[in-house]
Protein backbone atom coordinates (compact mmCIF):
# COMPACT_ATOMS: atom_id res chain seq x y z
CA UNK A 1 0.00 0.00 0.00
CA UNK A 2 2.79 2.45 1.03
CA UNK A 3 4.66 1.07 -1.83
CA UNK A 4 2.33 2.24 -4.32
CA UNK A 5 1.60 5.56 -2.88
CA UNK A 6 5.09 6.23 -2.98
CA UNK A 7 5.10 4.81 -7.18
CA UNK A 8 2.45 7.52 -7.73
CA UNK A 9 3.70 10.01 -6.46
CA UNK A 10 7.14 9.38 -8.39
CA UNK A 11 4.62 9.16 -11.53
CA UNK A 12 3.15 12.46 -10.79
CA UNK A 13 6.08 14.14 -10.00
CA UNK A 14 7.90 13.33 -13.91
CA UNK A 15 4.29 14.05 -15.57
CA UNK A 16 4.75 17.70 -13.75
CA UNK A 17 8.90 17.51 -15.27
CA UNK A 18 7.82 16.60 -18.14
CA UNK A 19 5.05 19.67 -18.62
CA UNK A 20 7.43 21.99 -17.76
CA UNK A 21 9.71 21.02 -19.97
CA UNK A 22 8.38 18.98 -22.96
CA UNK A 23 8.93 21.82 -25.15
CA UNK A 24 12.56 21.91 -25.10
CA UNK A 25 13.35 18.34 -24.43
CA UNK A 26 11.79 16.88 -27.40
CA UNK A 27 14.05 19.36 -29.36
CA UNK A 28 17.58 18.44 -27.88
CA UNK A 29 15.98 15.02 -28.03
CA UNK A 30 15.73 15.31 -31.67
CA UNK A 31 19.66 17.47 -31.39
CA UNK A 32 20.48 13.96 -30.27
CA UNK A 33 19.19 11.69 -32.30
CA UNK A 34 20.48 13.76 -35.25
CA UNK A 35 24.14 13.35 -33.88
CA UNK A 36 23.77 9.85 -33.13
CA UNK A 37 22.69 9.60 -36.77
CA UNK A 38 25.81 11.74 -38.16
CA UNK A 39 28.26 9.65 -35.33
CA UNK A 40 26.56 6.59 -36.87
CA UNK A 41 26.12 5.30 -33.26
CA UNK A 42 22.25 4.73 -34.59
CA UNK A 43 21.81 3.79 -38.73
CA UNK A 44 19.60 6.35 -40.72
CA UNK A 45 16.34 5.54 -41.92
CA UNK A 46 16.36 4.70 -45.24
CA UNK A 47 13.87 6.18 -47.38
CA UNK A 48 12.44 4.00 -50.49
CA UNK A 49 12.83 6.00 -53.20
CA UNK A 50 14.59 9.76 -52.64
CA UNK A 51 17.57 7.63 -51.96
CA UNK A 52 18.89 7.16 -55.47
CA UNK A 53 18.84 10.40 -56.74
CA UNK A 54 21.10 12.22 -54.64
CA UNK A 55 23.96 9.31 -54.68
CA UNK A 56 23.69 9.83 -58.84
CA UNK A 57 23.43 13.94 -58.22
CA UNK A 58 27.15 13.61 -55.94
CA UNK A 59 28.53 10.86 -58.32
CA UNK A 60 28.31 13.47 -60.96
CA UNK A 61 29.55 16.44 -58.33
CA UNK A 62 32.08 14.26 -57.84
CA UNK A 63 33.53 13.03 -61.18
CA UNK A 64 37.21 14.80 -60.81
CA UNK A 65 37.85 17.89 -63.14
CA UNK A 66 41.95 18.04 -63.29
CA UNK A 67 42.06 14.18 -63.92
CA UNK A 68 42.62 13.22 -68.12
CA UNK A 69 39.12 11.80 -69.22
CA UNK A 70 41.21 8.84 -70.68
CA UNK A 71 42.28 8.18 -66.98
CA UNK A 72 38.75 7.96 -65.93
CA UNK A 73 37.37 6.32 -69.01
CA UNK A 74 39.99 3.67 -69.03
CA UNK A 75 39.59 2.26 -65.56
CA UNK A 76 36.17 1.30 -66.57
CA UNK A 77 35.65 -2.61 -66.81
CA UNK A 78 31.88 -2.88 -67.61
CA UNK A 79 29.70 -1.00 -70.05
CA UNK A 80 27.30 1.85 -68.79
CA UNK A 81 23.56 0.13 -68.54
CA UNK A 82 22.24 2.25 -70.15
CA UNK A 83 19.98 2.62 -73.46
CA UNK A 84 22.43 1.78 -76.12
CA UNK A 85 23.78 5.60 -77.51
CA UNK A 86 26.72 6.53 -79.45
CA UNK A 87 27.54 10.10 -77.88
CA UNK A 88 29.24 12.98 -79.56
CA UNK A 89 31.91 12.35 -82.08
CA UNK A 90 34.06 9.60 -83.05
CA UNK A 91 37.33 11.40 -81.97
CA UNK A 92 35.60 13.44 -78.83
CA UNK A 93 32.57 11.08 -77.36
CA UNK A 94 31.68 7.90 -75.23
CA UNK A 95 29.66 5.12 -75.22
CA UNK A 96 26.21 4.67 -73.26
CA UNK A 97 24.88 0.78 -72.98
CA UNK A 98 28.14 -0.91 -74.90
CA UNK A 99 27.84 -4.96 -75.52
CA UNK A 100 31.08 -6.89 -76.16
CA UNK A 101 32.28 -8.77 -79.56
CA UNK A 102 32.03 -12.58 -78.18
CA UNK A 103 35.77 -13.45 -78.06
CA UNK A 104 34.99 -16.59 -79.87
CA UNK A 105 32.71 -16.78 -82.77
CA UNK A 106 31.63 -18.92 -85.70
CA UNK A 107 33.52 -17.10 -88.19
CA UNK A 108 35.74 -14.58 -85.57
CA UNK A 109 38.16 -14.26 -82.82
CA UNK A 110 38.67 -11.16 -80.39
CA UNK A 111 42.61 -10.50 -80.20
CA UNK A 112 45.04 -8.75 -77.55
CA UNK A 113 41.73 -9.42 -75.13
CA UNK A 114 43.67 -7.83 -72.04
CA UNK A 115 42.97 -4.76 -73.18
CA UNK A 116 39.06 -4.84 -72.93
CA UNK A 117 38.54 -2.97 -76.02
CA UNK A 118 36.33 -4.98 -77.34
CA UNK A 119 33.05 -3.06 -76.54
CA UNK A 120 30.74 -1.32 -79.27
CA UNK A 121 27.29 0.42 -80.13
CA UNK A 122 25.36 -2.93 -80.38
CA UNK A 123 25.30 -2.18 -84.15
CA UNK A 124 28.90 -1.66 -84.87
CA UNK A 125 29.10 -5.49 -83.09
CA UNK A 126 26.50 -7.02 -84.72
CA UNK A 127 27.76 -5.78 -88.05
CA UNK A 128 31.39 -7.08 -87.09
CA UNK A 129 29.78 -10.70 -86.50
CA UNK A 130 27.95 -10.13 -89.83
CA UNK A 131 30.79 -9.53 -91.89
CA UNK A 132 32.87 -12.20 -90.07
CA UNK A 133 30.54 -15.32 -91.31
CA UNK A 134 29.34 -13.20 -94.59
CA UNK A 135 32.84 -13.28 -95.73
CA UNK A 136 33.65 -16.63 -94.32
CA UNK A 137 30.75 -17.84 -96.47
CA UNK A 138 31.27 -15.90 -99.81
CA UNK A 139 34.66 -14.73 -100.04
CA UNK A 140 36.70 -17.69 -99.47
CA UNK A 141 38.01 -16.00 -96.04
CA UNK A 142 38.84 -17.63 -93.28
CA UNK A 143 36.88 -15.50 -90.64
CA UNK A 144 38.19 -12.29 -88.44
CA UNK A 145 40.49 -11.11 -85.91
CA UNK A 146 39.08 -8.79 -84.55
CA UNK A 147 41.16 -5.73 -82.72
CA UNK A 148 40.13 -2.90 -81.16
CA UNK A 149 36.93 -1.63 -80.72
CA UNK A 150 36.11 0.98 -77.65
CA UNK A 151 37.22 0.46 -74.11
CA UNK A 152 33.41 -0.14 -71.74
CA UNK A 153 32.32 3.45 -72.27
CA UNK A 154 33.93 4.50 -75.08
CA UNK A 155 36.01 7.72 -74.29
CA UNK A 156 39.35 8.69 -74.68
CA UNK A 157 41.51 5.41 -74.66
CA UNK A 158 44.70 5.33 -72.61
CA UNK A 159 46.72 4.67 -75.57
CA UNK A 160 46.71 4.71 -79.14
CA UNK A 161 43.90 5.92 -81.72
CA UNK A 162 42.53 9.21 -81.81
CA UNK A 163 38.75 8.09 -82.62
CA UNK A 164 37.10 4.73 -81.59
CA UNK A 165 35.58 6.73 -78.38
CA UNK A 166 32.08 6.57 -79.16
CA UNK A 167 32.03 3.03 -79.75
CA UNK A 168 31.30 2.89 -83.93
CA UNK A 169 34.72 2.35 -84.84
CA UNK A 170 36.33 -1.23 -85.12
CA UNK A 171 40.13 -2.20 -85.84
CA UNK A 172 40.05 -5.97 -87.91
CA UNK A 173 43.64 -7.72 -88.35
CA UNK A 174 44.39 -8.26 -92.11
CA UNK A 175 45.82 -11.80 -91.01
CA UNK A 176 43.50 -14.57 -91.65
CA UNK A 177 42.08 -16.49 -88.40
CA UNK A 178 43.68 -19.69 -88.24
CA UNK A 179 41.56 -22.54 -88.08
CA UNK A 180 42.15 -23.34 -84.65
CA UNK A 181 40.32 -21.36 -81.58
CA UNK A 182 43.81 -19.56 -79.72
CA UNK A 183 44.91 -19.15 -76.50
CA UNK A 184 44.62 -15.92 -74.51
CA UNK A 185 48.51 -16.26 -74.62
CA UNK A 186 48.09 -16.55 -78.21
CA UNK A 187 45.82 -13.66 -78.65
CA UNK A 188 48.41 -11.43 -76.72
CA UNK A 189 51.70 -12.89 -78.69
CA UNK A 190 50.39 -13.56 -82.24
CA UNK A 191 52.44 -10.83 -84.48
CA UNK A 192 50.03 -9.30 -87.85
CA UNK A 193 50.76 -9.90 -90.88
CA UNK A 194 52.10 -7.22 -92.92
CA UNK A 195 50.01 -6.29 -96.56
CA UNK A 196 53.21 -3.67 -97.72
CA UNK A 197 56.03 -4.07 -97.88
CA UNK A 198 56.53 0.21 -97.69
CA UNK A 199 54.33 3.00 -97.96
CA UNK A 200 53.86 2.50 -101.65
CA UNK A 201 53.92 -1.74 -102.53
CA UNK A 202 51.85 -3.99 -101.47
CA UNK A 203 53.03 -7.30 -100.24
CA UNK A 204 51.94 -9.66 -102.65
CA UNK A 205 53.15 -12.65 -100.05
CA UNK A 206 50.43 -11.88 -97.96
CA UNK A 207 47.33 -10.08 -99.78
CA UNK A 208 45.66 -12.32 -101.65
CA UNK A 209 42.35 -11.79 -103.18
CA UNK A 210 39.80 -12.40 -100.60
CA UNK A 211 40.81 -10.19 -98.64
CA UNK A 212 39.81 -7.86 -102.06
CA UNK A 213 36.75 -9.34 -101.79
CA UNK A 214 36.42 -8.99 -98.07
CA UNK A 215 37.31 -5.15 -97.87
CA UNK A 216 34.45 -4.90 -100.92
CA UNK A 217 31.87 -6.59 -99.10
CA UNK A 218 32.44 -4.18 -95.77
CA UNK A 219 32.55 -0.89 -97.65
CA UNK A 220 29.06 -2.24 -99.35
CA UNK A 221 27.23 -2.09 -96.39
CA UNK A 222 25.03 0.68 -96.25
CA UNK A 223 25.70 1.57 -92.01
CA UNK A 224 29.18 1.99 -93.01
CA UNK A 225 30.47 5.08 -93.63
CA UNK A 226 33.94 5.17 -93.93
CA UNK A 227 37.31 1.72 -94.11
CA UNK A 228 40.68 2.92 -93.91
CA UNK A 229 43.72 1.49 -95.45
CA UNK A 230 47.14 1.57 -96.01
CA UNK A 231 47.38 3.82 -99.47
CA UNK A 232 49.05 0.75 -101.18
CA UNK A 233 46.27 -1.39 -100.02
CA UNK A 234 43.51 1.57 -101.50
CA UNK A 235 45.28 1.20 -104.95
CA UNK A 236 44.88 -2.40 -105.15
CA UNK A 237 41.65 -1.66 -104.51
CA UNK A 238 41.51 0.73 -107.32
CA UNK A 239 43.09 -2.00 -109.89
CA UNK A 240 41.54 -4.64 -108.50
CA UNK A 241 37.91 -2.96 -109.29
CA UNK A 242 39.40 -1.55 -113.01
CA UNK A 243 40.55 -5.50 -113.38
CA UNK A 244 36.88 -7.00 -112.52
CA UNK A 245 35.29 -4.55 -114.26
CA UNK A 246 32.61 -3.78 -111.37
CA UNK A 247 29.94 -1.28 -112.90
CA UNK A 248 28.95 -0.17 -109.87
CA UNK A 249 32.24 1.43 -107.42
CA UNK A 250 30.07 3.99 -105.32
CA UNK A 251 31.63 1.69 -101.91
CA UNK A 252 35.32 1.98 -103.28
CA UNK A 253 34.91 5.85 -102.38
CA UNK A 254 34.42 4.23 -98.73
CA UNK A 255 36.95 2.82 -98.49
CA UNK A 256 40.54 5.88 -97.73
CA UNK A 257 43.78 5.87 -98.01
CA UNK A 258 45.43 6.64 -94.73
CA UNK A 259 48.26 6.29 -92.49
CA UNK A 260 49.01 3.09 -90.21
CA UNK A 261 46.74 0.90 -91.84
CA UNK A 262 49.22 -1.38 -93.10
CA UNK A 263 48.18 -4.67 -91.16
CA UNK A 264 44.40 -4.29 -90.12
CA UNK A 265 41.63 -2.04 -91.74
CA UNK A 266 39.73 -0.08 -89.42
CA UNK A 267 35.56 0.13 -90.49
CA UNK A 268 33.58 2.94 -89.12
CA UNK A 269 29.68 3.21 -89.03
CA UNK A 270 27.97 6.10 -89.26
CA UNK A 271 25.50 7.38 -86.24
CA UNK A 272 22.99 4.69 -85.62
CA UNK A 273 18.99 5.99 -85.17
CA UNK A 274 18.28 7.18 -81.96
CA UNK A 275 21.58 8.38 -81.25
CA UNK A 276 20.85 11.95 -80.24
CA UNK A 277 24.33 13.31 -79.40
CA UNK A 278 25.81 11.60 -82.61
CA UNK A 279 27.72 13.64 -85.16
CA UNK A 280 28.23 11.70 -88.48
CA UNK A 281 31.46 12.64 -90.25
CA UNK A 282 30.95 13.92 -93.45
CA UNK A 283 30.04 11.12 -96.21
CA UNK A 284 32.59 10.03 -98.42
CA UNK A 285 32.96 10.62 -101.90
CA UNK A 286 30.37 8.99 -103.74
CA UNK A 287 32.70 8.37 -107.13
CA UNK A 288 36.07 5.81 -106.44
CA UNK A 289 37.91 7.95 -105.32
CA UNK A 290 40.67 6.44 -107.19
CA UNK A 291 42.13 9.39 -108.99
CA UNK A 292 44.02 12.75 -107.80
CA UNK A 293 43.52 11.39 -103.61
CA UNK A 294 45.17 7.97 -104.25
CA UNK A 295 47.83 10.01 -106.44
CA UNK A 296 48.58 12.32 -102.76
CA UNK A 297 48.94 9.65 -101.20
CA UNK A 298 50.97 7.55 -103.12
CA UNK A 299 53.51 10.73 -103.30
CA UNK A 300 55.75 11.94 -100.51
CA UNK A 301 53.88 14.61 -99.83
CA UNK A 302 51.76 13.50 -96.74
CA UNK A 303 55.32 11.71 -95.39
CA UNK A 304 57.14 14.46 -95.04
CA UNK A 305 58.89 14.83 -98.15
CA UNK A 306 59.41 16.91 -101.38
CA UNK A 307 57.71 20.06 -99.55
CA UNK A 308 60.07 23.26 -99.48
CA UNK A 309 62.03 24.78 -96.40
CA UNK A 310 59.28 27.21 -95.85
CA UNK A 311 56.41 24.87 -95.80
CA UNK A 312 58.52 22.61 -93.45
CA UNK A 313 58.37 24.89 -91.03
CA UNK A 314 55.11 25.86 -91.05
CA UNK A 315 54.72 22.32 -90.71
CA UNK A 316 56.91 21.97 -87.82
CA UNK A 317 54.96 24.55 -85.96
CA UNK A 318 51.98 23.20 -86.40
CA UNK A 319 52.87 19.80 -85.25
CA UNK A 320 54.63 22.20 -81.84
CA UNK A 321 51.09 23.19 -81.61
CA UNK A 322 49.11 19.82 -81.87
CA UNK A 323 51.70 18.42 -79.46
CA UNK A 324 51.08 21.16 -76.52
CA UNK A 325 47.50 20.64 -77.26
CA UNK A 326 47.55 17.51 -76.36
CA UNK A 327 50.02 17.64 -73.32
CA UNK A 328 47.09 19.34 -71.54
CA UNK A 329 45.41 15.97 -71.67
CA UNK A 330 41.80 16.40 -72.20
CA UNK A 331 39.46 16.66 -69.16
CA UNK A 332 36.02 15.42 -68.87
CA UNK A 333 35.12 19.72 -69.39
CA UNK A 334 35.81 18.17 -73.07
CA UNK A 335 33.42 15.68 -73.80
CA UNK A 336 29.52 16.12 -73.93
CA UNK A 337 27.92 16.31 -70.80
CA UNK A 338 26.13 13.22 -70.76
CA UNK A 339 29.32 11.39 -71.17
CA UNK A 340 29.31 12.32 -67.24
CA UNK A 341 26.30 10.34 -66.99
CA UNK A 342 27.69 7.48 -68.54
CA UNK A 343 30.70 7.94 -66.44
CA UNK A 344 28.73 7.49 -63.07
CA UNK A 345 25.85 5.25 -64.38
CA UNK A 346 26.41 1.70 -62.38
ZN1 LIG B 1 41.32 2.08 -85.91
Redesign the pocket.
Given at each position: MITQTRMNIFLIACAVILLNFGASSAFAASDLIGKLIEEKVIPREKPATAAKAPKKAMRLANIPTNVPAKKLFGAKKKAANLRPGAIGYYTRGCLAGGVEVPKTGPAWQAMRLSRNRNWGHPKLVALVKRLAVEAKKHDGYSGLLV??LSQPRGGPMTSG?R??QMGL???VWLTPMPKHVMTWAEREKKKPLLMTVDRKTLNRKNWTEAHARLLKRAASYSQVSRI?VHPPIKKEMCDWARRKGFKNRSWLGKIRAYY??NY?????IKCPKGSAGCKDQKAAPRKDDCAENLAYWMSSKPWGGGIKKKKKKVAKKKTKKRKKRAAKHMTIKGLPKACRTVLVAN
Open positions: GDHSHDADFGHHFHIR
